[in-house]
């Protein structure tokens, strides 16, 4: 395991709850802190702009009395997901918001920069990076970041193809800090798998998204309960990038789920159009497979330690 700087190195539970486009709010954050995950959200998911500062103000204000009133079992500490790309016009506004709130954790995706990486240094933030490569996570590394966050093949929304064993292994020949590793992982037996094959945590989306606190719709919901890996389609025709959606979302907006066009990646987009990814079109990981119901988050984070400490006896016993 990697020597984890503060406040990585104080988790209740090695998992990461990942920013979901849309879907992340206070309420889902704040429930994911408390069970004692990290939770996070995109700064993008405030709008208007200005509203961002209300949700940094509550997320902090309400964490902080529940860690006051809880001081043997803090909760964990929260995210906010910064998009680093040319198309995101309030990068600089909402960082200086996670200046002023000191938000623990920034993560950083589709882009680095070492003037983000150094904002969140200057009150002592922590910098993850996803990549879905070991080039992009050379250079995400070298313009400053703290920890990376390996996108391996099976993950929601935008997600690489490499499988999580050649991704986290090419990575961990050579950097030795805080290491997240995210695709197909919904269970506390993926969670234990992920840090045998090298990383410190893992990083789960998904089954978030079936939870009560969570802004998605009953729709989307039920149809992560009712779906598998085969209803799991990758494509880069609704932002540009690739990721994976389902398939029901895709066939609701008239359009052949196995016969879909390319998209040009220099018209990358975050929800413009007739048909909006990611609220018509919904971002979805493999591994929902596991999600059998709708449940609030905190009892879905209960069932993962219930999991992982029954996985990690079946170890022992061999």
Not at 124 to 144: C, P, Q, R, S, T
Not at 290 to 308: F, S, T
Request: charged share 20%; proline share 6%.
């Amino acid at each position: 395991m990697s020597k984890l700087p503060a406040p990585l190195n104080r988790l209740p539970f090695p998992v990461i709850g990942s920013p979901l486009f849309i879907v992340s709010n206070p309420k889902l954050v704040i429930a994911q802190c408390i069970a004692g995950v990290v939770g996070s959200m995109p700064a993008l998911n405030a709008r208007p702009a200005e509203l961002l500062e209300e949700w940094l103000k509550e997320i902090t204000e309400t964490l902080a009395a529940y860690n006051a009133a809880h001081p043997e079992a803090p909760a964990a500490p929260f995210a906010i997901n910064q998009i680093v790309h040319k198309s995101n016009d309030r990068l600089e506004h909402d960082m200086a918001l996670c200046v002023k709130y000191k938000v623990p954790i920034i993560i950083t995706s589709l882009g680095a920069r070492e003037d983000i990486n150094a904002a969140a240094h200057s009150y002592g933030g922590v910098v993850l990076h996803d990549v879905i490569n070991n080039k992009f996570a050379k250079k995400a590394i070298e313009k400053g970041a703290d920890g990376l966050i390996a996108v391996a093949t099976g993950a929601g929304g935008h997600a690489g193809v490499k499988h999580p064993f050649a991704l986290v292994q090419e990575i961990r020949q050579w950097f030795d800090g805080p290491l997240a590793l995210s695709g197909s992982i919904a269970t506390g037996d993926a969670v234990l798998a992920a840090q045998a094959c090298g990383a410190d945590f893992a990083y789960i989306g998904s089954p978030f998204i079936a939870t009560e606190e969570a802004r998605a719709s009953e729709a989307y919901k039920q149809a992560i309960v009712e779906g598998n890996s085969d209803d799991i389609v990758y494509s880069n025709l609704f932002t540009g990038v690739h990721g994976n959606y389902l398939a029901p979302s895709i066939r609701a907006a008239g359009l052949d789920p196995e016969n879909l066009p390319e998209s040009d990646p220099s018209k990358m987009n975050f929800g413009g159009g007739s048909t909006k990814a990611w609220k018509d079109i919904w971002g979805c990981g493999q591994g929902i497979g596991a999600i059998a119901k709708v449940q609030p988050a905190g009892e879905y984070v209960a069932q993962l330690k219930r999991e992982y400490s029954a996985a990690k006896a079946r170890l022992l016993a061999l």
